[in-house]
């Protein structure tokens, strides 16, 4: 089956710790985002990117970092820097990134702080 | 800039009720609309698109029409189901690189039986 998986469904992060949200898709897309989902507040773009070894900044990056080795895969890391990280992580593809069409999005990671 | 308005919730219908969910647009261009549902604990699947003026997008009883002159993509069902219930995010997508989709706040519908 093609689709995006994150991992894991539920993390928890201590004080000062950085923590990784993986995200995989097999749909062969070159465009992957991650956004954050906040309770009353929509979706937020973090960082998105258009091809491998490239990623941009979006709307909320600040305390956040990516990387893209591979088309595959794009892993989110939230720092020590992020002082609310508590929400829940959607990542998302879509076969290029200037496009009107739709983005597949995996099933989530929810990230609480212990 | 670009950006979705959509009413807030929680919207509460009864089973059978016929439900209205509103939705407006600012946007440089000719976006696509959009309306995806999310389950609890789930992510977001698609619901129904229109890329055009006058389209409309139609899926498992759900329909929106683009309308241009009122920049409103308002998502409704004739009778609505239990299973309905989730929260429903309404979003545009430019084209512009560096936009990717961008959403509504969500509203939430809850039906009763």
């Known amino acids: 089956d093609g689709g995006i998986t994150q991992s894991p469904k539920y993390l928890f992060r201590k004080e000062g710790q950085n923590v990784t949200l993986s995200c995989e898709q097999n749909?062969?897309?070159?465009?992957m985002y991650w956004y954050r989902q906040d309770p009353g507040q929509g979706l937020r773009l973090i960082y998105y990117s258009q091809i491998v070894n490239d990623f941009q900044k979006g709307d909320i990056a600040e305390g956040y970092s990516v990387s893209r080795e591979k088309k595959e895969s794009f892993p989110l890391t939230v720092t020590s820097a992020q002082k609310n990280p508590t929400a829940f992580y959607l990542c998302?593809?879509?076969?290029?990134?200037?496009?009107?069409?739709?983005?597949?999005f995996g099933s989530g990671t929810q990230l609480s702080v212990l | 800039g670009n950006s979705v308005t959509q009413m807030e919730g929680p919207v509460t219908l009864s089973e059978e009720a016929f439900l209205t969910i509103n939705c407006t647009y600012t946007?440089?261009?000719?976006?696509?609309l959009f309306w995806y549902v999310q389950y609890p604990g789930e992510g977001l699947q698609l619901l129904l698109k229109a890329t055009k003026a006058d389209d409309k997008g139609s899926n498992k009883g759900f329909e929106a029409t683009y309308r241009k002159e009122t920049t409103s993509f308002h998502l409704e069902k004739g009778s609505v189901q239990v299973s309905d219930s989730a929260v429903y995010f309404c979003a545009l997508r430019t084209g512009q690189a560096g936009t990717a989709l961008i959403f509504g706040k969500g509203t939430t519908l809850s039906v009763s039986s």
């Open positions: 946007a440089t261009g000719y976006p696509s």
């Open positions: 749909l062969n897309h070159d465009a």
């Open positions: 998302a593809s879509s076969p290029d990134e200037a496009t009107n069409e739709k983005l597949f």
